[in-house]
C-alpha cells in the first residue's frame, strides 16, 4: 500500500472543510450585500469592508497551505501530521472567519484565529523547506 495514501486522504478532509468554511464566508457576504442593497464593491458600509476582508484574506491564504500540505503529503508526510496541521489551520480559519461574519466580534476571534492559521502554515513551511534542502544536500 503506498504509505502517502493516508496523508493525502487527510489533505483532502481539510482542503474540502476549509472549502466549506469559504462557502460559509461567502453565503455570509452575500446575505449582507442582499440586507444593505450593495450589489458591487462596500457601499462604504463597515461591516461590508469587514466580512469582504476576511473572506480576501481566506482566499489569500488557503490556496498555498493546501499546496504545501499536498507537496509534503506526496513526499511521505506521516498522516498524524497531516491531520495536525491541517485540524490547528482549519480552526484557525473558522476562527477567523467567524470574527469578520459578525458586525462586532472580539479581538481574541481574529487574533487566535490568525495564531493558529499561521502556526500551521509555519511549521508546514519549515518541514516542506527543511525537507527540500535535505534532500539536495544528500543527493
Known sequence: MDTSMPALSAVGLYAALNMAILIWISLATGRLRMRYKISIGDGGHPHMIRIMRGHANAVENMPMFFVLMLAAALLGMP???????????????????????????????????????FLAQLVLLIGVLGHGLWSMAAG
Open 79 to 117: 498522516a498524524l501530521a497531516a491531520h495536525a496541521l491541517g485540524l490547528v489551520f482549519t480552526v484557525g480559519r473558522a476562527m477567523h472567519a467567524w470574527h469578520f461574519i459578525q458586525d462586532d466580534a472580539p479581538r481574541w476571534q481574529r487574533g487566535g484565529g490568525f495564531g493558529l492559521s
